[in-house]
């Protein structure tokens, strides 16, 4: 029977944001306040959690596959000692306009779905640029969050917190638990 997922951006939601540039090894990577007990939060009301991201970084040569997924796995690392691990990662390493998984393309989102038979019209995804949300609206997630960054926000979000700290008292409000 498919379940819901929360899906989430990494770098401004699971992560700090490195502003311009990219997370390059696993000393600049730092969770954002309240990310911890969010996923946490999901992983207990019976979500599928599954990150969305893109590492462009890789296409650039600014940092290496071997690098990234050595990131990724300290990240899981540290959310499974948590109880709140990713069921998948989905990472877009390419460069802009050579390939067809960039966001806001649903790709991302529905090879996730096809692989853990998720339920995608009761999921959600937090974001913090419009192309997340484009990528939720594309996939038909219905529901989305956004973090609000130093972009302005030109695609409406279903919900909208200042800052990371804010989810798992945002979530708690509006996820209904899934029956399993």
Same mark, same amino acid.
């Given at each position: 029977?498919?379940?819901? *997922? ?10 700090? #944001? ?30 599928? &959690?599954?990150?969305?991201?893109? %590492? ?7 940092? #290496? %596959? ?13 959310? *499974? ?10 990472? +877009?390493? @390419?460069? #802009?306009?050579? +390939?067809? +998984? ?11 779905? *096809? ?13 913090? @640029? ?17 973090? &609000? #960054?130093? @972009? %302005? ?5 279903? @919900?909208?917190?200042?800052?990371? *700290?804010? &989810?798992?008292? &945002? ?10």
């Amino acid at each position: 029977m498919p379940r819901p *997922a929360i899906f989430f951006d990494r770098d401004g939601v699971i992560n700090l #944001s490195p502003g311009e540039g990219y997370v390059l090894n696993w000393e600049a990577f730092h969770f954002s306040d309240g990310i911890m007990a969010a996923t946490k939060l999901c992983k207990d009301l019976g979500y599928a &959690l599954v990150l969305v991201t893109s %590492q462009q970084g890789v296409g650039k040569g600014l940092i #290496s %596959q071997q690098t990234l997924d050595d990131i990724h796995a300290r990240m899981q690392q540290e959310l *499974a000692a948590q109880g709140a691990a990713f069921d998948r990662i989905e990472a +877009c390493t @390419h460069l #802009s306009g050579t +390939c067809t +998984c960039r966001k806001p393309s649903p790709e991302m989102i529905l090879d996730a779905a *096809a692989a853990l038979d998720l339920d995608l019209g009761n999921s959600w995804l937090i974001g913090d @640029h419009d192309r997340d949300i484009q990528m939720a609206i594309n996939a038909g997630v219905p529901h989305t969050i956004r973090v &609000l #960054s130093h @972009h %302005q926000p030109g695609v409406a979000a279903t @919900h909208t917190v200042e800052s990371t *700290a804010e &989810l798992p008292a &945002l979530l708690k409000g509006v996820l209904p638990g899934v029956v399993s």
